[in-house]
């Protein structure tokens, strides 16, 4: 039970480069999340779903695109970096979408864009 | 707008010490989350907390919710090592499925 997956671990792009974050969950997990962690600020939610084909803007959803074509899989895309877009990125799963439940998080991809 | 404000920032102590770490709002909140974090890794859940006044117990973890539930606090005693990471609250914001968190506590327990 590998949990939530996430690659790549790290990347570097240079301003206008595009690239895709993949995150994969074998929990069967209906509800996945796509944060940005930043030095000094809490986990800002970019993008969610809350079921296969379904996506939905969070709090800071500028720059980002997401799919969730499988269950399983939640891609985050960025079409054009910009360097406001270097962060660590994390995603999560849950069974249900209540606020109270468990959020079980990936290892995180670390994005610096120069 | 909804803010968790954490405090301290940062406390670095000596293994065996006691510490309290908090998460405090002018929101009151139907649950809390505690989360923490290690290097290189995502949050890991601690404990959640529903009940105005609520205290949680884990191991030597303590969590506690205000009685008006809008803040929490978090007390490690004999502090260890394996307790360093960053402890982050959160909460339920405005919108579904969306939590708001705070910044984060950096705890660092020197052997």
């Known amino acids: 039970n590998a949990g939530v997956t996430q690659t790549p671990k790290f990347r570097v792009l240079k301003t206008g480069q595009s690239m895709t974050l993949l995150c994969a969950q074998d929990m069967n997990h209906e509800y996945m999340y796509w944060y940005r962690q930043d030095p000094g600020m809490g986990l800002r939610l970019i993008h969610y779903s809350v079921g296969e084909g379904t996506t939905a803007k969070g709090e800071v959803p500028d720059g980002y695109n997401v799919s969730r074509l499988k269950k399983q899989n939640f891609l985050l895309g960025l079409e054009s970096a910009a360097p406001s877009q270097t962060s660590v990125y994390f995603c999560a799963s849950s069974y249900g979408g209540r606020r109270t439940d468990t959020q079980y998080f990936g290892p995180g991809t670390r994005l610096t864009v120069l | 707008t909804q803010l968790l404000e954490q405090s301290p920032q940062f406390l670095s102590i000596q293994e065996g010490e006691n510490l309290t770490v908090y998460c405090n709002s002018s929101?009151?909140?139907?649950?809390l989350q505690w989360y923490r974090q290690e290097p290189g890794e995502g949050p890991v859940l601690l404990v959640t907390?529903?009940?105005g006044g609520e205290v949680k117990k884990l191991k030597r973890l303590t969590f506690q919710f205000g009685d008006a539930r809008k803040d929490s606090s978090l007390h490690i005693t004999a502090a260890q090592p394996g307790d360093t990471g960053l402890y982050l609250c959160?909460?339920?914001?405005?919108?579904?499925?969306?939590?708001?968190w705070g910044a984060g506590t950096k705890l660092i327990i020197k052997p």
């Open positions: 907390v529903v009940t």
């Open positions: 959160a909460a339920p914001g405005d919108s579904n499925y969306q939590l708001i």
């Open positions: 929101s009151v909140f139907s649950s």
